[in-house]
């Protein structure tokens, strides 16, 4: 038995019924340790235990200090992934296998070393001020680090990524971000921890070689499936064909989420049949797919049931004839609309109907799925139209004279531009100032706008709803940068509501800053710096130091000054990374 092993009995055993054998000072086998006589008292076994620990504390650092390498291989931990780079086998001075003994490896399997970086890495003053955040200062902002890191050329130096990539494994919403800056060391180093597996197949590279369809995890086979589909899509599309069958239901909905890269005519007999699947989640992206998809016969079905329930009629009001909108919507849900992604309980139809009161109720709901999923083309070739006079025109229920029709029409067709990306019908939702209970539909709108429309129709919108309990939702649905009209238009929201006293005006106020220290671009930050020392005067505060307006100014005062506070941190970080 060697030495070792020895350590190993006696620490398993115990002390008191084997004691720490001796350590030989050669190479000589270490002769087995006598027994102790009866009766040892307990400094006795302590010291045997203590003893024996400093051995095993010596054995281990010799154990290390004089293994040799054997024949140099690459450890499976990113000798397959192209991040690795070329490694060759004479890496170092390797011992070759024993005559007779091809194949065996003495000594332990090397780790590929990290490859070479293709850019650089940020700068040691912007370095410094991720440290800061990481270590929790201004936290929020890291996500904006690293994708104005990214955006600039440059990623995470490399003695920060240990502590991003943990960031990175308790915070999914993270992990895009940092896939982007963390650099060809990010991934190695993903390859050596199973904890920070996520990054490896998250970006556009799957990794894992040819095989990776076949051997890969999910996501990587996801990310090898978006590759795929973004060069050859017919590939992409026979490669899952070939396992579908074989995958269970959570993969079979991921895998097909990747169809709406390079989405064409030619996918959409494999939707129609994905339609059919077991899998409740298949079957709902199959049928989204479909109504994205121009020409399709699913859209053409959509179409069939569209107009059954909204045409045209030319009513005569006031002695002049005036085209209408007239809506019945569906009496009964039938099999052919289940199997065509409209259920029988659709989401939120039992939501409150907003000022109309009462919940929507399962009809509209049907209606207003069959409206979403129907291709806008159906309404300006039935009213022969443009998209803004359409919605402008009057709508009126075709059985009760007081039903919602008019704002389920409007809200069918919004979520209907959204679906098809649709910026004609999106303006025309927006400027027609229609589904005003709806102002989170028409906010949902403005990412379609092309961007030099974009600022001017979301500082409307928050004008409209200024001091409406739907403005903070709106707001959230507006991403940044919030600049130029829109910056304006927040600012001045903010102020009207710091000069409000009320507590439910505080409230909105103090969510209002939450939002625009992430959004609002620093450049508005000097404005709101005046406007919280001038609510600091009034309220009888000595503006001597920050946290003095910080400790006793009013809420609105503490409220600005920390947003002022991260809009200069912004500002001072954007401005590192760009130099």
């Not at 490859?115 to 700068?123: F, G, K, L, M």
């Not at 959409?268 to 121009?294: C, H, I, T």
């Not at 906010?443 to 429309?453: M, R, Y």
Request: some cysteine; overall charge negative.
């Amino acid at each position: 038995m060697s030495t070792w092993n020895d350590h190993v009995t006696a620490a398993l055993l115990g002390t008191q019924r084997r004691p720490a054998p001796p350590v030989p000072a050669s190479d000589e086998p270490a002769p087995r340790p006598t027994e102790q006589p009866e009766g040892q008292s307990g400094e006795r076994f302590a010291d045997e235990a203590g003893r024996l620990l400093d051995q095993a504390a010596l054995l281990t650092v010799q154990r290390r200090a004089g293994l040799q390498p054997g024949q140099v291989r690459l450890s499976q931990a990113g000798a397959g992934h192209p991040a690795a780079g070329q490694i060759g086998v004479d890496l170092a001075e390797a011992r070759q296998p024993a005559a007779g003994q091809a194949g065996v490896v003495d000594g332990p399997a090397l780790i590929a070393p990290a490859p070479a970086e293709d850019v650089p890495a940020a700068s040691e003053v912007a370095a410094g001020r991720l440290a800061r955040i990481l270590r929790g200062e201004q936290i929020r902002v890291l996500p904006e680090w690293l994708e104005a890191a990214a955006a600039n050329g440059l990623r995470v130096p490399a003695r920060l990524l240990p502590e991003l990539l943990e960031k990175g494994r308790s915070d999914r919403m993270l992990r895009p971000a940092i896939v982007r800056a963390a650099g060809r060391r990010g991934v190695w180093l993903a390859l050596q921890n199973t904890d920070w597996a996520y990054l490896v197949g998250a970006g556009d590279d799957p990794g894992g070689g040819p095989d990776v369809w076949e051997t890969g995890t999910r996501n990587q086979r996801v990310a090898h499936l978006i590759r795929l589909r973004g060069n050859d899509p017919a590939a992409a599309r026979e490669a899952l064909r070939e396992t579908w069958a074989k995958e269970p239901a959570p993969d079979r909905a991921a895998f097909l989420a990747t169809f709406e890269h390079g989405l064409s005519a030619d996918d959409e007999d494999f939707l129609e049949e994905a339609l059919e699947d077991r899998g409740k989640d298949v079957r709902q992206l199959a049928s989204d797919l479909l109504a994205w998809l121009p020409g399709s016969a699913y859209g053409q079905r959509m179409a069939v049931r569209a107009r059954q329930c909204v045409r045209p009629e030319v009513r005569t009001v006031r002695a002049r004839k005036q085209t209408w909108v007239v809506v019945e919507a569906p009496h009964s849900h039938d099999e052919d609309m289940a199997r065509d992604g409209v259920p029988f309980h659709p989401t939120g139809s039992f939501a409150p109907a907003g000022k109309a009161g009462g919940p929507v109720g399962a009809r509209a709901g049907w209606l207003r799925e069959i409206l979403a999923r129907t291709p806008l083309t159906t309404w300006t070739e039935l009213f022969g139209l443009p998209p803004m006079e359409i919605v402008c025109l009057p709508i009126a229920d075709a059985i009760d004279s007081d039903a919602r029709g008019a704002r389920d029409v409007h809200i069918g067709w919004a979520r209907a531009a959204l679906r098809q990306r649709d910026a004609e019908w999106a303006r025309a939702l927006l400027k027609g100032g229609v589904v005003v209970d709806e102002p989170e539909a028409l906010a949902d709108l403005l990412a379609i706008l092309p961007a030099t429309e974009r600022d001017a129709a979301a500082a409307g919108l928050i004008r409209w709803v200024e001091g409406n309990p739907d403005l903070l939702r709106v707001l959230e649905r507006i991403p940044g940068p919030w600049a130029g009209e829109l910056a304006d238009a927040v600012v001045a929201t903010l102020a009207s509501a710091a000069e409000r006293s009320s507590q439910r005006y505080e409230h909105t106020l103090t969510q209002l800053c939450r939002l625009a220290d992430q959004r609002l671009v620093p450049e508005a930050g000097p404005r709101l710096d005046a406007l919280a020392q001038r609510l600091a005067t009034e309220a009888g505060v000595t503006a001597g130091t920050a946290a003095r307006v910080v400790g006793s100014g009013t809420v609105a005062t503490r409220a600005l000054h920390e947003l002022t506070e991260t809009l200069r941190f912004r500002h001072e970080m954007l401005k590192e990374l760009s130099a």
